[in-house]
């Protein structure tokens, strides 16, 4: 550990997917002091509110610090004794599947890269799911079938150099602010560029707007598609790119015949953003939670890369399509492979090819050779009593799951729940039999990457609290238990990336984009002195853009464009659930609050958990401002202070993510959220549940 005497460390934040660097200095009793790292290329010194606030997250105020088995305190031996016994024991009984982990995009790397070699490698199921699956499952989807891989195109620069973003589906200013300021620094240097947010709701965002389109929830894929039918009539595709495209004939056929009508927009407002987007050569259209949470959230992103694939402003600078991911390291995840529908380093899990490759690197038991349980599925499968035993890490599903009281009785119901945590006060630990301590953000060591294919360093600069050890560990100890001995005999985080290094150049060496093989034989030393490196690392695209090149991962080497036809959400508001339930972030807290919360300056941003209704829906119903509001939905019912204004829709509602309870009715919204997933990602639609309101 450093002293605290001596210089500032380098680390990176630990809440969204921007990733930024920070310097961390702590002073020597526990406390942290935190400030952006002039040097590193995500925010170069900039962090928004939560990432300033970090040293007021650390103290061990409510930590679990031991083992408990059965709410009584026990040893590490115990704890993992138990853990690999009720797992042996489930699946000798019952089957590989029988069994699941639920990890998270908080997970390091290294982390990440264990767990997902014990569930695919060695227990011989796909019954790994995470966090992720809430947050960017959708742009997985849409960007493999678009270009063959899970690529993000782009780089941050390019949302600087664009001469219009578009922002669709993102509070950016609120969820991934240090890119919101970079943009707004952008634009005040050139007062020129254009910034358009596509958003139902009227957020901080559109401060920065030169034009709103506030479009009906869920009506993305026809926006798109009338641009592109735009794009075509206009004749300003790229005829030279498209010699690398296949489908736009069928594409553009489609996108002709969509119902423009569903976005509920002013043609004379499309007008203007039609002309905007294809007058413009640099253009980037960012994309987030308003595109991905959605039971169409795969044609969305589509339908956007669609319209870049068309035009050819695709990885060059200034110009694509670019999704921001939620988590710090939600891209990390996607990298190792810790999706039910993923393999390893992008890698495809159906693929013999790969699963044979694989299979010998690790020197595997056993392979599963389809997709397992995505998040939805995972949980109704406990539910059913068919999943005996879940290990559950660094996440709350019984709050940020969809239809969540659901997700709570199925895992009160659970023959075994384990659960790696850093406090035993979250909704998901009350209900495990076992819990076991992990270290925290700042006690913790290994990499992250982030929106744009950046990978850092996080390291550890406080002490390991009581007996907490890092998930690596955890994991590892648990192979060695279950008989894998030789398998995850790892010393240390810096061992572990090697290897994940080392089984990217199989990935490389089918011609796949992530290949980081170039750091396979990093000294300990030099992944403890590594700085920032965004991949590619080798070759002419090194540290920069894909596909401006006209080259693709599919097996023609072509993009794809997808027809799409636009699906309104699957639940259908009636008259007694008549208004459009959507869900999100606000901009001091983040996920289920177990850390954000316990900051007296994040909480005092906005203190309590609100429901936005519209003026004229207030009136209707006799919801007085600041009155306490019920609201009913098909799963459940939640109570939540009125906020009445006009940044929603008449007919819209919005409630923040974050806040729990103990009882119904709460402001736990996602026990509100119905269950329903995207057919191809699995992506639960987050945004546009129904519900009827009432005063309290
Ligand atoms: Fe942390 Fe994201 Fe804020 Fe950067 S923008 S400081 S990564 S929360």
């Known amino acids: 550990l450093p002293d605290p005497a001596g210089d500032e460390i380098r680390s990176t934040c630990a809440y969204c997917g921007v990733g930024c660097g920070v310097l961390l200095r702590p002073d020597g009793t526990g406390g942290l002091a935190v400030r952006g790292d002039p040097d590193h290329p995500a925010n170069f010194g900039r962090l928004c509110s939560k990432g300033t606030n970090l040293g007021e997250t650390v103290d061990l105020d409510d930590r679990l610090l031991h083992p408990v088995l059965n709410g009584e305190q026990v040893g590490w031996d115990t704890a993992m004794e138990t853990l690999a016994t009720k797992f042996r024991d489930a699946i000798a009984a019952h089957g590989p599947d029988s069994v699941a982990f639920y990890v998270s995009g908080q997970l390091l790397t290294e982390d990440y890269y264990l767990a997902n070699k014990l569930m695919k490698g060695f227990i011989g199921s796909a019954n790994i799911d995470t966090n992720s699956r809430l947050c960017m499952a959708s742009t997985v989807a849409g960007h493999k079938r678009a270009f063959g891989t899970d690529t993000v195109p782009g780089t941050y620069e390019d949302l600087e150099e664009a001469d219009l973003v578009v922002l669709t589906g993102s509070n950016l200013a609120w969820c991934h602010p240090v890119l919101y300021q970079r943009i707004a620094a952008a634009k005040q240097a050139r007062p020129k560029m254009r910034i358009i947010v596509i958003d139902p709701r ?54 002709q015949a969509s119902d423009l009508g569903l976005t509920g927009l002013d043609p004379a407002l499309l007008h203007e953003f039609f002309h905007a987007w294809i007058s413009t050569e640099k253009v980037v259209t960012v994309f987030s939670q308003g595109v991905n949470q959605s039971s169409s959230g795969s044609d969305k992103v589509n339908a956007i890369i669609n319209c870049h694939l068309a035009t050819g402003r695709i990885g060059k600078p200034g110009m694509g399509p670019f999704s921001v991911t939620g ?15 993923t393999l390893a380093c992008h890698m495809d899990i159906t693929n013999p090819d790969h699963r044979q490759a694989v299979r010998q690197f690790w020197d595997a038991e056993a392979m599963p050779q389809d997709h397992g349980l995505k998040a939805v599925e995972m949980f109704q499968a406990v539910g059913r009593g068919e999943i005996k035993a879940i290990w559950i890490i660094h996440t709350n599903p019984a709050v940020s799951m969809p239809d969540a009281d659901a997700v709570k009785a199925a895992l009160a119901g659970c023959e075994f729940v384990a659960v790696s945590d850093v406090t035993a006060q979250t909704d998901t630990a009350r209900l495990a039999h076992l819990l076991l301590p992990a270290t925290a953000w700042a006690e913790k060591s290994g990499t992250v990457t982030n929106s744009d294919r950046t990978i850092s360093r996080q390291r550890a600069v406080l002490p390991e609290p009581g007996e907490a050890r890092p998930d690596w560990w955890a994991l590892a100890e ?28 199989i990935a490389g060496g089918f011609g796949l984009d992530f290949d980081i093989s170039g750091m396979q034989d990093l000294s300990d030393a030099a992944y403890d002195q590594m700085t920032p490196v965004r991949w590619p690392m080798t070759g002419a ?71 936005e209704i519209h003026p004229e829906d207030a009136a209707r119903l006799g919801i007085s401002a600041a009155g306490l509001v019920q609201v009913t939905s098909p799963h459940g019912r939640g109570i939540l202070r009125a906020l009445i204004t006009d940044r929603v829709r008449p007919g819209d509602i919005f409630a923040p993510m974050h806040w729990t309870g103990e009882t119904a009715p709460s402001a736990r919204i996602d026990s509100l959220v119905a269950p329903v997933t995207d057919p191809v990602s699995g992506q639960p639609e987050s945004k546009a549940s129904v519900a009827a309101i009432a005063p309290y």
């Open 202 to 255: 009227r957020t901080a965002t559109c401060d920065l707007a030169d034009m709103h389109l506030p479009l009906k929830p869920g009506s993305d894929v026809a926006l798109f598609n009338g641009l592109l039918a735009a794009i075509g009539e206009t004749g300003t595709c790229d005829g030279a790119f498209l010699d690398n495209v296949d489908g736009y004939d069928e594409a553009l056929a489609q996108a």
């Open 478 to 505: 648990f192979g060695r238990r279950m008989g894998w001995a030789q398998a995850f005999d790892f010393t240390g985080p810096a061992e572990i990336f090697r290897e994940h290094a080392a089984l990217s150049g």
């Open 541 to 611: 695209r090194q540290g920069g853009r894909f596909f401006g090149d006209g080259r693709f991962f599919t097996a023609s080497g072509k993009a794809n464009m997808l027809a799409l036809t636009p699906r309104t959400p699957v639940a259908r508001t009636e008259p007694r659930y008549p208004f459009r339930l959507n869900t999100g972030r606000i901009r001091d807290q983040w996920h289920t609050m177990t850390r954000t919360g316990k900051s007296p300056r994040l909480s005092s941003h906005l203190a309590e958990p609100f429901l």
């Open 327 to 341: 988590q710090p390291n939600a891209m990390g995840g996607r990298e190792v492979g810790g999706l039910a529908n």
